[in-house]
T-cell receptor
Framework: NAGVTQTPKFQVLKTGQSMTLQCAQD?????MSWYRQDPGMGLRLIHY???????DQGEVPNGYNVSRSTTEDFPLRLLSAAPSQTSVYFC????????????FGSGTQLSVL | GENVEQHPSTLSVQEGDSAVIKCTYS??????FPWYKQELGKRPQLIID?????GEKKDQRIAVTLNKTAKHFSLHITETQPEDSAVYFC?????????FGAGTRLTVKP
């Protein structure tokens, strides 16, 4: 099993550009989620999903969209990137639907200039 | 919503000593408290967790204690080793509201 796979590992955007961060898991986990990690602020939940077709907002959802068309994939979309979205993004999944016992991906370092 | 505070932000110990990291939470609905370890440049990994109906849990050199009345929980690492050096995050979860602490950078000096 590959676990949780995130792509790309690094990305540089200009303000206003859009992009999609990809996340896939091969563990048949129902729960998937996105976090951003900023220095001194820990991990903050952006969006999460408890199954295909179901998504919900986390602590910091503004500026991000998600969809969950399959159990395996949970992409994160930045519609119009802003410098405040410069961060490290982690995708995570769990076999539980309540966010417990998370398996994290390797992260995406995003810089918005 | 939930608010989690973590202390200290940095901790340096000698190899073989114990390390304690403390977290407090605000939402009495929180019922699950995990700890994640993140080595430099790596992904966070779950090292131990505890539910609200348990006061203490131990796994080899790592233990977590929970005081529901005071709304605080702690990570205890005994006989620290250089490979324990990392950033440790606590979290509190209740009603799908998940909040992480800001992290503690633990350095174990050989």
């Amino acid at each position: 099993n590959a676990g949780v796979t995130q792509t790309p590992k690094f990305q540089v955007l200009k303000t206003g550009q859009s992009m999609t961060l990809q996340c896939a898991q091969d563990m048949n986990h129902e729960y998937m989620s996105w976090y951003r990690q900023d220095p001194g602020m820990g991990l903050r939940l952006i969006h999460y999903s408890v199954g295909a077709g179901i998504t919900d907002q986390g602590e910091v959802p503004n500026g991000y969209n998600v969809s969950r068309s399959t159990t395996e994939d949970f992409p994160l979309r930045l519609l119009s990137a802003a410098p405040s979205q410069t961060s490290v993004y982690f995708c995570a999944s769990s076999y539980r639907t309540d966010g417990e016992k998370l398996f994290f991906g390797s992260g995406t370092q995003l810089s918005v200039l | 919503g939930e608010n989690v505070e973590q202390h200290p932000s940095t901790l340096s110990v000698q190899e073989g000593d114990s390390a304690v990291i403390k977290c407090t939470y605000s939402d009495s609905a929180s019922n699950y408290f995990p700890w994640y370890k993140q080595e430099l440049g790596k992904r966070p990994q779950l090292i131990i967790d505890i539910r609200s109906n348990v006061g203490e849990k131990k796994d080899q050199r790592i233990a977590v204690t929970l005081n529901k009345t005071a709304k605080h929980f702690s990570l205890h690492i005994t006989e620290t080793q250089p490979e324990d050096s990392a950033v440790y995050f606590c979290a509190a979860i209740g009603n799908n509201d998940m909040r992480f602490g800001a992290g503690t950078r633990l350095t174990v000096k050989p």
